[in-house]
């Protein structure tokens, strides 16, 4: 123990960084963002009703159908029409939620036609997997109209696998630049964090994350040949010290090392399972609901809304589990960082700049159903109470 060193009183300091004003607005932007899910969901439904009811996509597949079946054809065209219909109807909940409210709270400095230009280009990658996906998994139902979403769980884990393996080399480089990271003392740093942490360190790259957003962020993605450790600009320009940077970084080599990519793979896979299950069950009851015309059924792709339907209410009950496994997940990459780099007062620093976005005090019921990361008070809360139990032997250079 380091004699006179109180744990909640070091916590308290930190936290105490933050003006008691900016701890309001901290907390009024994460609570309004709870119900931002709530509305998400319902504008969702909303729009899946208006396409529906419209009847567009029935003559979207008996345009394509011309009387002989062509179920490939007809699925691809209308789930094409479906998600381009669904983009543009939500565009205005989805500027007003991901562009004009993160500007209002300052927390984004991107014009709106650099945000429009990247969602669209966002909602046509989308477009594209979506129509593949959804084409197998109409023809799982077709051959297979029993079991349909046990197949279909095994390919929506498989193809979560791949996108996480080409993500880096395919998708980000569409987003950001991504440059090797300049010589210089980070860089040396982080390449010898990889080392000890046995994570490739010959990739070490730096992406304009300044770009879309002022956060301070940093990741370790891909597997084989992809992986790669990557840093936002942003970690450069808020003067971030070496404590700093190394609690951050060793936090993201965790999640690698310690094989999370797996575990949510898995995680995700059984909430996949659980919810194709009930699309299954539930299909024929809310079709009937909404009192759409000329829906043969399950099988038939003009359903599809009814799908959208299920899948928004039961992605919105689900949240709860998924931020509950994401959650363990980032506590234990929280301590992995201590305990191969030991920096609970870099980890602290680092976390100290997050809570002007993310309420660091929430109540433990609002944490479990809200919170992907554990709140930061109780953070940096273990970050402290690892210092009371680890003095170093000798004092942090910065
Ligand atoms: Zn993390």
């Known amino acids: 123990m380091i ?9 308290a300091a930190y936290l105490a960084q933050l003006p008691p004003e900016l701890h309001a607005k901290a907390k009024a932007y994460t609570q309004g963002g709870h119900w931002l899910l709530l509305w998400g969901a319902v504008v969702a439904v909303i729009v899946a009703l208006i396409i529906l009811r419209s009847g567009v996509l029935v003559r979207v597949r008996n345009g394509v159908e011309r009387g002989k079946p062509r179920p490939w054809l007809a699925v691809a065209a ?20 991901s562009w004009w409210r993160e500007k209002s709270y300052g927390l984004t400095s991107q014009p709106f036609a650099g945000w429009l230009s990247e969602h669209l280009l966002g909602a046509v990658i989308s477009i594209v997997l979506l129509v593949i996906l959804a084409s197998l998994v109409y023809a799982l139902i077709r051959r297979a109209p029993r079991t349909w979403w046990l197949w279909a ?46 994570v490739p360190s010959d990739k070490i790259l730096i992406y304009n994350g300044s770009k879309q957003s002022n956060r301070y962020s940093a990741n370790v993605a891909g597997a084989f040949g992809t992986a790669r450790v990557a840093m ?45 299950f009930l699309v299954d069950r539930l299909f024929g009851l809310v079709l009937r609901l909404t009192g759409a015309k000329g829906v043969s059924g399950l099988a038939d792709p ?11 209410v039961l992605g919105l009950l689900g949240t709860p589990i998924v931020n509950s496994v994401i959650r363990i997940t980032e506590a234990q990459a929280d301590h992995f960082s201590l305990v191969n780099f030991n920096e609970p007062d870099g980890l602290a620093r680092a976390l100290v700049k997050t809570i002007e976005y993310r309420y660091d005090s929430p109540g433990r019921l609002e944490e479990v159903i809200f919170y992907d990361h554990p709140a930061v008070a109780r953070r940096i809360r273990a970050a402290m109470d690892w210092k009371a139990a680890h003095p170093k032997p000798t004092p942090s250079a910065s």
């Open 302 to 312: 003009a359903g599809y809304p009814v799908v959208g339907i299920l899948l928004a």
């Open 232 to 276: 936002s600009d942003v970690m450069f320009k808020k003067d971030a010290d070496l404590a700093e940077v190394r609690a951050v970084v060793g936090h993201e080599m965790g999640h690698y090392v310690l094989g999370h990519w797996g575990w949510l793979t898995f995680a995700l896979g059984v909430v996949t399972l659980i919810g194709l």
């Open 78 to 97: 209308v789930i094409a029409v479906s998600s381009l219909a669904e983009l543009v109807l939500g565009l205005p909940w989805d500027a007003y939620s």
């Open 3 to 11: 004699q006179g060193f109180n744990p909640a009183a070091a916590t």
């Open 153 to 198: 769980t095994g390919v929506v884990t498989l193809g979560f696998f791949a996108f996480n393996v080409l993500q880096p080399i395919l998708i980000e480089p569409l987003f950001n630049t991504y440059t090797p990271a300049p010589p210089g003392a980070m860089r040396d740093t982080v390449v010898a964090m990889a080392k000890q942490a046995g």
